[in-house]
């Protein structure tokens, strides 16, 4: 009896463990043959858009930075050291703001000789003078001295004309009383005119030591105006933008040593991808981020040079500036290119490209399946895509990148 039993109880073990294998092996085939659960993707897990209709405003974005419109180039005037630096990029400057102080020895010395020649040429210029006055007196008291012989000269032929025909004088002594007269008279005629003819050469020579004087003047002014550009200043109110010398360094004339910009006449300049630029044009409002706030603008010059696979696009600011706006501030730009009315659009899914196919994944009215659905995209925006076909207003559609599960047709989707 103990053998009987023991080979049934092998019988009923061995018939159990079969059950379990078939029961295992047809739950197995029957989950392979169910094509919504071959693969299952978490509700939260997944990025869901819904389509929707209406007009559809065309962008195209960049980067870039605020530029000022004003500027200033601060440069050196002589060879010099930077012997102090006051300010640094960022501050804030007024046009009497001293930005660095340089040092040029040779500067200070041409000032004290040009100073030095200035004074020298005031006192010539004082002691023709005197000389002068002093030549001319001497000239007019000869002068006087030769009226004074001429009246008396006068006086001796009036007299002897009076009393020849009495024969109290001779004729001989009257002839030569007149020979006198008209003697003296011409001499008088001569110094008149040497008189004035030393006036106008007294009144050239003083013109001439009046030109050395402000000729003297004039170097001293220039000398002294680049002694004053030691201190640099910044010339014009707004933002000190860069600076391009340190403490101790040697400059040379004409070498930059720093800029300034107006903060209150600003224009933005963006990097549009070349890519993009077939629908930029002049005259395009343009939105400006500048993190602080939104300025309004339009475009006012497309460069007509490619850098780096980017073209440049300067922007007009139209509306306020923001609070945080200076120059070189890093913006981002957004033109607005045209409008498409009443059409399918999505939010733009991960690696879309416009004007192309692709293959999204469409979600059931139940939410619990997705099916693989052929689209055609047309234009994009910065956030947007058009659908042109494939798709109807209101349905939903996973834009997460589902790349790997391409090679299915449906998923299910699990809360």
């Known amino acids: 009896m103990d053998v009987v039993l023991e080979k049934k109880k092998a019988f009923q073990a061995k018939h159990v463990i079969l059950i379990a294998c078939l029961t295992a092996l047809a739950l197995i085939v029957w989950l392979f043959m169910q094509p919504t659960a071959a693969v299952r993707v978490d509700a939260a897990d997944i990025w869901v858009g819904q389509v929707h209709q209406g007009d559809m405003e065309q962008t195209v974005s960049g980067f870039g930075s605020l530029k000022s419109k004003t500027t200033r180039l601060l440069t050196s005037y002589s060879n010099a050291t930077v012997d102090e630096i006051l300010l640094r990029p960022g501050a804030i400057v007024t046009p009497d703001s001293i930005i660095l102080r340089l040092f040029d020895p040779e500067i200070d010395q041409a000032v004290k000789d040009a100073e030095r020649t200035l004074t020298q040429s005031k006192n010539q210029f004082l002691q023709l003078e005197i000389n002068q006055k002093r030549e001319l007196l001497s000239q007019e008291s000869a002068l006087e001295v030769l009226r004074s012989s001429l009246e008396s000269a006068e006086l001796e032929v009036n007299a002897q004309s009076q009393l020849i025909e009495q024969g109290i004088v001779s004729n001989i002594d009257y002839q030569r009383s007149l020979l006198l007269q008209r003697q003296l008279t011409r001499r008088l005629e001569i110094e008149q005119k040497r008189v004035t ?24 002014a220039l000398v002294t105006q680049t002694q004053q550009r030691l201190v640099v200043k910044a010339g014009i109110a707004g933002v000190m933008q860069s600076l391009s010398v340190e403490l101790g360094q040697s400059v040379a004339p004409g070498q930059q040593l720093a800029q300034v910009g107006s903060m209150s006449q600003l224009y933005a300049l963006i990097n549009i991808p070349q890519s993009n630029m077939q629908s930029v044009n002049l005259n395009q409002n343009v939105e400006i981020d500048t993190r602080s706030g939104v300025i309004e603008g339009h475009v006012s010059r497309i460069e007509p040079l490619v850098t780096n696979g980017s073209v440049q696009v300067e922007v007009t600011l139209d509306g306020a500036l923001t609070d945080n706006a200076r120059p070189e501030l890093n913006i981002a730009g957004k033109i607005f290119i045209g409008t498409l009315r009443d059409v399918l659009y999505v939010q733009k899914p991960i690696n879309t490209k416009p004007d192309s196919e692709g293959v999204l994944f469409r979600i059931s009215d139940t939410g619990k399946e997705a099916f693989a659905t052929q689209l055609q995209y047309g234009a994009e925006t910065k956030n947007t895509i058009q659908i042109v076909s494939g798709a109807s207003v209101n349905q939903r559609f996973i834009l997460s990148d589902m790349s790997r599960w391409k090679e299915h047709a449906a998923l299910s989707i699990t809360q």
């Open 197 to 220: 003819q030393l006036a106008g050469l007294h009144e050239a020579n003083l013109a001439i030591a009046q030109s050395n004087i402000k000729a003297q003047k004039e170097a001293l």
